[in-house]
Nanobody
C-alpha cells in the first residue's frame, strides 16, 4: 500500500494562509479519489475536502470559499490551499486515499 505523506503545516495568524501538500511515490491520485480530513484533540476526525479521479471537488461548509483542493496532472501530489484561516481550523490534517491514511501535518492558527 502506498502511504501518502503530508507536509506544509505550521503556525499562522488568523487571516493568514497555508498550503498543504499530500505526496505519494506512485501516481495514485490520478485514478483514485482523495480526501483531506482534520482532527483536533477530543473530537472526531472530520472531512474537509475531496477531489475525485476526474477532478470534481467538494468541500465541507465550514471551509467552502476559503479552501481549495487541487492535484497535479501526473497524479503524485494533491494540494490544499487554505486562505483566511481561523483559529477553529487548527488541527492535524490528514490525506486519505485508497483506504490509507497519511501521518498528518499540524496546522495551528493563532487568534
Amino acid at each position: 500500500q502506498v502511504q501518502p505523506v503530508e507536509s506544509g503545516g505550521g503556525l499562522v495568524q488568523a487571516g493568514g494562509s497555508l498550503r498543504l501538500h499530500c505526496e505519494a511515490t506512485e501516481s495514485i491520485f490520478r485514478r483514485n479519489d482523495m480526501a483531506w480530513y482534520r482532527q483536533t484533540p477530543g473530537k472526531q476526525r472530520e472531512w474537509v475536502a475531496s477531489i475525485t479521479s476526474g477532478g470534481s471537488r467538494s468541500y465541507a461548509d465550514s471551509v467552502k470559499g476559503r479552501f481549495t483542493i487541487a492535484k497535479t496532472s501526473n497524479g503524485y501530489t494533491v494540494f490544499l490551499q487554505m486562505n483566511s484561516l481561523k483559529p477553529e481550523d487548527t488541527g492535524v490534517y490528514y490525506c486519505y486515499c485508497r483506504q490509507v491514511w497519511g501521518q498528518g501535518t499540524q496546522v495551528t492558527v493563532s487568534s
